[in-house]
């Protein structure tokens, strides 16, 4: 089990670097990908997030997909 606290600082972080435009979906799909388990609720939004990632693999993507890629981010360190 990793730390809460770090998962919340580092899914700012990436969403941030995301929505401005200063890193790559595919990287940050495989961030996603790659989180551990946590304990709930955090972890069920984590869950929620790596399985919105994983059915939407495309690195093309139209805005309302990379929105709601926001939302399952921001998800994750807003309760």
């Not at 998962?7 to 799909?29: D, F, H, N, P, W």
């Not at 929620?48 to 939302?71: L, P």
């Amino acid at each position: 089990m990793k730390s809460v606290d770090d998962l919340l600082m580092s899914a700012k972080t990436v969403c941030e670097r995301y929505q401005s435009g200063r890193i790559e979906r595919e990287t940050v799909r495989e961030w996603v990908l790659r989180l551990g388990q946590y304990p709930a609720p955090t972890g069920d939004r984590v869950r929620d997030a790596a399985q919105w990632f994983r059915t939407q693999s495309d690195d093309n993507v139209e805005d309302h997909i990379k929105d709601v890629d926001i939302q399952k981010l921001r998800a994750i360190f807003i309760s």
